[in-house]
Each structure stands twice: as C-alpha cells, then as structure tokens.
C-alpha cells in the first residue's frame, strides 16, 4: 500500500521560512518524479515544485526563486524549502508522485498524501 505523509506545516510570519517533508513507503522511491501542489480555500489545486527521478526541478513562476525542491531516496523522502514566505503562499500543501515524467497537471500523479497546511500571517 502507498503512503505519502507530509509533515512541517505551520503558522509563520511573512517573510519567514518553512521546510515540508513528505515521506514515501510502499513504492519504489527512486523510480517515482515527485511533485508539490497546493489548494486555498475556494481555490483549485495548483502545481508548486517538481523533481524527477534523475534530479531535474521545475517551479511555478509564482515561487521560482524562494521554493527548493529536493529529494533523498536513500530515506525516501522529498522535501520543499520555503523561504521569504507570502501571506499569498498559503493553501493546504500536498506532495505527490507521478510513475511517469514530473508534470504540472495533478491529474497525471499517482498517489497524494493527506496535506500539511501551511498558513503566512502578514
């Protein structure tokens, strides 16, 4: 059974920094592309960050330069470092991963964990 758990959401102060873990088991890690998206209230859930398997990233223009995508497959685990953080950047984030190239659409990912919401006081 696949499960993707995200951890290190939280209430932060705009212009400050957070790191999302999102923890993988039950597939084979190293053959996933891995992706974040997040979801506003009201709002449809939209691409953030995106690594494939061989390390290449992509970002949405909206986070480029702030966001780092990164992964570890020895601990099957992908992370997404937030730094100079927007009121505008919160949403419920989520990971996800794709068996296929790393793509924006949510609809081409395989498996999502629960969300972590990540909340940017202004």
């Known amino acids: 059974q696949v499960q993707l758990v995200e951890s290190g959401g939280g209430l932060v102060q705009a212009g400050g920094s957070l790191r999302l873990s999102c923890a993988a088991s039950?597939?084979?890690?190293?053959?996933?592309?891995m992706g974040w998206f997040r979801q506003a209230p009201g709002k449809e859930r939209v691409f953030v960050a995106s690594?494939?398997?061989?390390?290449?990233?992509r970002y949405a223009d909206s986070v480029k330069g702030r966001f780092t995508i990164s992964r570890d497959n020895a601990k099957n685990t992908v992370y997404l470092q937030m730094n100079s953080l927007k009121p505008e950047d919160t949403a419920v984030y989520y990971c996800a991963s794709d068996r296929g190239i790393a793509t924006v659409k949510p609809s081409n990912y395989d498996y999502w964990g629960q969300g972590t919401q990540v909340t940017v006081s202004s």
């Open positions: 039950g597939l084979t890690f190293s053959s996933y592309s």
């Open positions: 690594i494939s398997t061989s390390g290449i990233t």
